[in-house]
């Protein structure tokens, strides 16, 4: 059982679309973090968040963390075809036991 | 910046061989972490170290030690390979405290 869901697992748009990437867990997280992985390289940490209900803005992309800590969401504004890749949500949950990955969200963008 | 630098990137090895990758932490980053990711999988964790001492370990195989060096460096040594070991191992470094992982580059580990 995955500590970590998300969903999509797979989302397909075209260049300028807007979207929305969710992280859900059952259980509490002292923080969550947001991570970009393109094929056959490592995971980019984008963002932590870790106050419940923060939002933070990196230009395009908005993330935002649940008020129970236990969810956040990733939001793309006018995708751009460069954003393409795997995108990960992780965290230790607030037992502060194993860092943990969820299964991703493959995200493509299409010209 | 300086990043965290894994070796070698790319290993080819036989069933039943050894292999050790080496990781290279971000400088003053005194937490390491180890992940092992399959193809189309999301990256497992393996172990980490803390000072230089064992601090978390995952779903490490008992064919499977690591360790960190005197100078922050870490490696994993895989003995008894087997094919299903065939994957991306990453390293990733951190400060303690400062919740947000900065991974290598990974080490690609085929197994024949």
């Known amino acids: 059982t995955q500590l970590l869901e998300q969903s999509p697992q797979f989302l397909s748009i075209q260049e300028g679309e807007n979207l929305t990437v969710y992280c859900n867990s059952s259980?509490?997280?002292?923080?969550l973090q947001w991570y970009r992985q393109e094929p056959g390289e490592g995971p980019v940490l984008l963002v932590t968040?870790?106050?419940?209900?923060e939002v933070k803005k990196l230009k395009r992309l908005t993330f935002q963390f649940g008020d129970a800590r236990k969810d956040s969401s990733l939001h793309i504004t006018a995708a751009q075809t460069g954003d393409t890749g795997l995108y990960l949500c992780?965290?230790?949950?607030?037992?502060?036991?194993?860092?943990?990955f969820g299964p991703g969200t493959r995200l493509s963008v299409l010209p | 910046a300086a990043g965290v630098i894994q070796s070698p990137r790319h290993l080819i090895k036989e069933k039943r061989e050894t292999a050790t990758l080496k990781c290279y932490p971000i400088?003053?980053?005194?937490?390491v972490y180890w992940y092992q990711q399959g193809p189309g999988q999301d990256p497992q964790f393996l172990i980490s170290?803390?000072?230089?001492?064992?601090?978390d370990k995952g779903s490490i195989p008992d064919r499977f030690s690591a360790q960190q060096f005197s100078d922050y460096h870490s490696e994993l040594n895989m003995s008894s390979l087997e094919l299903g070991d065939s994957a991306l191992y990453f390293c990733?470094?951190?400060?303690?405290?400062?919740?947000?992982?900065?991974f290598g580059a990974g080490t690609r580990l085929s197994v024949l």
């Open positions: 968040v870790v106050t419940g209900g």
């Open positions: 990733a470094s951190s400060l303690r405290g400062d919740r947000g992982q900065y």
């Open positions: 400088p003053r980053h005194d937490t």
């Open positions: 170290f803390y000072e230089k001492m064992q601090s």
């Open positions: 259980s509490v997280f002292s923080s």
């Open positions: 992780a965290g230790v949950d607030n037992y502060g036991q194993n860092f943990v």
